[in-house]
């Protein structure tokens, strides 16, 4: 039997306890087996965002406030996980989080992606399915789901 040796390791985050978690166990496989770390977070953008007076932001705004949002959950994340040694990339995308996901991993090749069971809030969860749920279907390499 060969034996597995991930080169590429993804982990999805988005701030919570669960994605905390998840990015600690990928950070201990990444290492134990000396592969590259790459920390994504996805921000599903508003639908029907609208600014205070009822008008629509300019574009660059919302991108300017997304884009602050994922590296405020993205340097959290970092901070909690002992990255010395590894090669860390981190990469903030924007989109559905399961397909952004998926896409990721196929561009990067990745030999193993790995979720927190649940981050998102009830109601997301209830209208759209969980993100861990819909990449145990859909996921284009293995899957960890931390609890």
Not at 21 to 44: D, P, W
């Amino acid at each position: 039997m060969e034996k597995w040796d991930p080169k590429v390791v993804v982990v999805g985050v988005d701030g919570s306890e669960r994605s905390v978690r998840a990015a600690q166990v990928a950070a201990g496989i990444a290492k134990g087996h000396g592969s590259q770390l790459q920390v994504v977070t996805v921000v599903r953008p508003p639908e029907g965002w609208w600014g205070v007076v009822g008008s629509p932001p300019p574009a660059d705004a919302l991108a300017s406030s997304m884009a602050e949002a994922q590296r405020t959950v993205l340097d959290e994340t970092l901070a909690q996980l002992d990255t010395e040694g590894l090669d860390v990339v981190s990469s903030e995308e924007i989109g559905d989080p399961a397909t952004a996901l998926s896409e990721v991993c196929t561009s990067v090749g990745a030999d193993l992606l790995v979720v927190g069971r649940r981050g998102a809030g009830m109601v997301e969860r209830i209208i759209l399915g969980s993100v861990a749920d819909r990449l145990a279907h859909d996921a284009p390499c293995p899957l960890l789901i931390v609890p």
